[in-house]
């Protein structure tokens, strides 16, 4: 038979190993928060990075029409160089335009078909199964 003390002394290892595990987790939690807060911080560094790389690209590029704009200006008079580098442009914008349409046209409409469909087929079975059901 136990006595008093031990069961008090059980009691207390269990409050005292609440408590304990009550920390952990807290303390966890704290050490989370804090990776997180961190982590969100260096993904905002890197998006800032990313969109200034992404500036200098396009000026970068800018630059690089204008060199083959000079380029050409060697063979050509200047207006038909950048002339010539104009419409090449708009001409890529076109095609790469209309290839976005037709991939946004794919998108559309935002509805689940292949979903929607087995919806149907799952309700037609069911009507089929009630109509049999009734027949027999």
């Known amino acids: 038979m136990t006595t008093q003390t031990e069961q008090?002394?059980?009691?207390?290892l269990v409050r005292h190993m609440s408590e304990q595990v009550?920390?952990?987790v807290r303390e966890e939690l704290t050490l989370a928060k804090i990776e997180?807060?961190?982590?969100g911080k260096r993904a905002g560094i890197g998006a800032g990075l990313f969109g200034a790389a992404g500036s200098l690209a396009l000026y970068?590029?800018?630059?690089?029409f204008f060199t083959i704009g000079?380029?050409?200006?060697l063979w050509m008079p200047a207006w038909v160089a950048a002339l010539i580098v104009t419409v090449v442009l708009f001409a890529v914008a076109g095609v790469l335009a209309l290839i976005g349409k037709k991939?946004?046209?794919?998108?559309?409409p935002p509805e689940p078909?292949?979903?929607?469909?087995s919806g149907r087929r799952d309700i037609e079975t069911v009507k089929d199964?009630?109509?049999e059901g009734r027949d027999s």
């Open 60 to 64: 970068g590029l800018g630059a690089l």
């Open 8 to 12: 008090q002394s059980t009691a207390d």
């Open 36 to 39: 997180m807060v961190e982590k």
């Open 103 to 108: 991939q946004v046209g794919q998108a559309l």
């Open 22 to 24: 009550s920390t952990l």
């Open 70 to 73: 000079a380029v050409l200006a």
């Open 113 to 117: 078909e292949a979903a929607m469909q």
């Open 129 to 131: 199964a009630i109509r």
